[in-house]
């Protein structure tokens, strides 16, 4: 069983920038995908981005493009990150990583929650106006 950690979260004012930590207790293969997602009250959990450890390509909600940026780290065990710019109380949600190290999601299913098996335990983002 793969273990992620999360780091990172806090309490921010509008306009303020965070930079969330995910860190694997495996290592990444070729056919990785690591990603973020979140979940505010009362609503249901959404994609937030993806990166495939293989070219390193990156995709994102529509929402958060242009703000966030998401990283891997591919010296260590697999890490990912989550550069945080600009943030609205709209991007206030619990944010958690989620990976599938060893076999590859498919384009089309890459922002589906189900397409991930190993999740962490969620970081609290909260941001005021």
């Known amino acids: 069983q793969v273990q992620l950690v999360e780091s990172g979260g806090g309490l921010v004012q509008a306009g303020d920038s965070l930079r969330l930590s995910c860190e694997a207790s495996a290592r990444a293969s070729s056919s990785t995908t690591m990603g973020w997602f979140r979940q505010a009250p009362g609503k249901e959990r959404e994609f937030v981005a993806a990166?495939?450890?293989?070219?390193?390509?990156?995709?994102y909600s529509d929402s958060v493009k242009g703000r966030f940026t998401i990283s891997r780290d591919n010296t260590k065990s697999a890490a990912v990150y989550l550069q945080m710019n600009s943030l609205t109380p709209e991007d206030t949600a619990v944010y958690y990583c989620?990976?599938?190290?060893?076999?590859?999601?498919?384009?089309?299913?890459?922002?589906?929650?189900?397409?991930?098996?190993?999740w962490g335990q969620g970081t609290q983002v909260t941001v005021s106006s």
């Open positions: 989620a990976a599938r190290l060893s076999t590859r999601i498919i384009l089309s299913a890459i922002r589906q929650s189900t397409q991930y098996d190993s």
């Open positions: 990166i495939r450890w293989n070219g390193g390509h990156t995709y």
